[in-house]
C-alpha cells in the first residue's frame, strides 16, 4: 500500500477543483439538507494501512448502499436458498423501476435493486425476533463496535412520499414474494436506507468483504469464502444502478452507491475505500465519487481487472 496516501492527495486535490455538474437528491427532501461541498475519502486495507482526506469522519445517509448489508445478513442466516427469491442479473433498468418485475412475476432481477432489497427486508422480518435491533447490532459488529444508528428524520421524511417504493412493495406482494405486511416491509426499509455512517465507519464495515467474508475485527466468519466472492460479484454486476457496466469499466472493483453520495469500492483480498460527494450524475452516482475512483485506479494501477 505504499505511495497509497501520495495518490489519494494527489487525486483528491485534483477532483476537488473540478466544476461539479451533479446535483443532490431532492426526492427524498431531508437529503436536500446537507452541504453539497461535502467531499471526503478514506482508504483502509487488510494490511492495516488506513488513510483519510477531507470530510471522513462526518456521518451521511448512506441510502442503498445499506442494501449490501442488509443482504450479507440475510444470506448469512438462509445461505443459497435465498436465490428462490430474487435473481441475480443486473437490471438495466432503473433502481426503483416496475416494469421487469411484471414480466418476472414479482422476483425482483438483483438485490440492489430497490425490489431487491424490499423482498431482502421481508426476509429479514420473517427469520429475526427483533429485527431492528438484530440489523442495526449485525452492522455495529461488522465495524468493529462504532456508533452507527438509523436516522428517524431522514426515515420519515422517506417515508412521507415513498410512493413508488409503496408500489413496489404490494406489486411483488400481489405475486406472493412478500410474506409480511407491506406496511411493516417498507417500515423497515426506509430505516434500513437512513443508516448514517462516515467514510470510516463504511470503510471499516466493509472491510469483511476484502477479507474473504472474515470480520477482520473479531475474526469471526460472517459469510463462507464463496458467499463473500458472489457479494463481491454482485457489486461488481449490480452495484451502480444502470451505469455499473460504466463502473466496471472505468474502476475496475465491485462496489455500491447510494443516493445520499456515499459509493464504497472494495478490492479484495486487499483494501475497501470510501467517497463521499452528494451530488449526484444523470444515472444518481456521486459525479465525484465516480471520478475519484476512477482517477485512484488509475494511478494506483491496482483493480481486479
Ligand atoms: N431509499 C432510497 C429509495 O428507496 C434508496 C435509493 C438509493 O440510494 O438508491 O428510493
Redesign the pocket.
Known amino acids: 500500500m505504499e505511495g497509497f496516501d501520495r495518490i489519494i492527495e494527489e487525486v483528491f486535490a485534483e477532483v476537488k477543483a473540478i466544476n461539479d455538474l451533479g446535483e443532490v437528491a431532492s ?2 427532501p431531508e437529503l436536500l439538507n446537507v452541504d453539497a461541498q461535502k467531499f471526503g475519502v478514506y482508504l483502509t486495507s487488510i494490511s492495516e494501512f488506513k488513510y483519510g482526506k477531507g470530510n471522513f469522519t462526518e456521518k451521511f445517509s448512506i ?3 445499506s442494501k449490501v448489508l442488509s443482504l450479507s445478513l440475510a444470506y448469512s442466516i438462509l445461505g443459497e436458498s435465498i436465490w428462490s427469491r430474487l435473481g441475480v442479473e443486473p437490471s438495466g433498468t432503473s ?2 423501476s416496475l416494469i421487469q418485475l411484471e414480466t418476472d412475476r414479482g422476483i425482483p432481477r438483483n438485490p440492489f435493486i ?1 425490489a431487491g ?1 424490499i423482498v431482502i427486508s421481508d426476509i429479514l422480518i420473517s427469520n429475526l425476533k427483533d429485527y431492528k435491533n438484530e440489523f442495526l447490532n449485525f452492522v455495529r459488529k461488522l465495524s468493529g463496535g462504532k456508533p452507527i444508528d438509523y436516522s428517524n428524520k431522514i426515515a420519515t421524511s ?1 417515508r412521507s412520499v ?1 410512493y ?2 409503496v408500489a413496489l412493495c404490494n406489486f411483488i406482494k400481489s405475486f406472493g414474494n412478500i410474506e409480511n405486511d407491506p406496511s411493516e416491509v417498507l417500515d423497515f ?2 430505516d434500513i ?1 437512513s443508516l448514517e455512517m462516515s467514510c470510516i465507519e463504511l470503510s471499516e464495515t466493509f472491510l469483511f468483504l476484502a477479507n474473504n467474508g472474515i470480520n477482520p475485527h473479531n475474526n469471526e466468519q460472517v459469510l463462507t469464502k464463496s458467499q463473500s466472492k458472489r457479494m463481491n460479484a454482485l457489486m461488481q454486476t449490480c452495484g451502480f ?1 444502470d451505469e455499473s457496466g460504466e463502473f466496471a469499466f472505468k474502476v475496475g472493483l465491485p462496489g455500491k ?4 453520495g456515499g459509493i464504497v469500492a472494495v478490492h479484495p483480498g486487499h483494501y475497501v475505500i470510501t467517497v463521499w460527494s452528494p451530488k449526484l450524475n444523470r444515472k ?1 452516482n456521486s459525479f465525484k465519487g465516480m471520478q475519484f475512483l476512477e482517477k485512484f485506479t488509475t494511478e494506483s494501477t491496482l483493480s481486479i481487472f
Do not use: K, L, T, W
Open positions: 426526492y427524498i441510502q442503498s448502499i433502481y426503483n430497490n432489497a422517506e415513498g413508488r417504493n426499509y426506509f436506507c444502478y452507491s447510494g443516493v445520499g444518481g
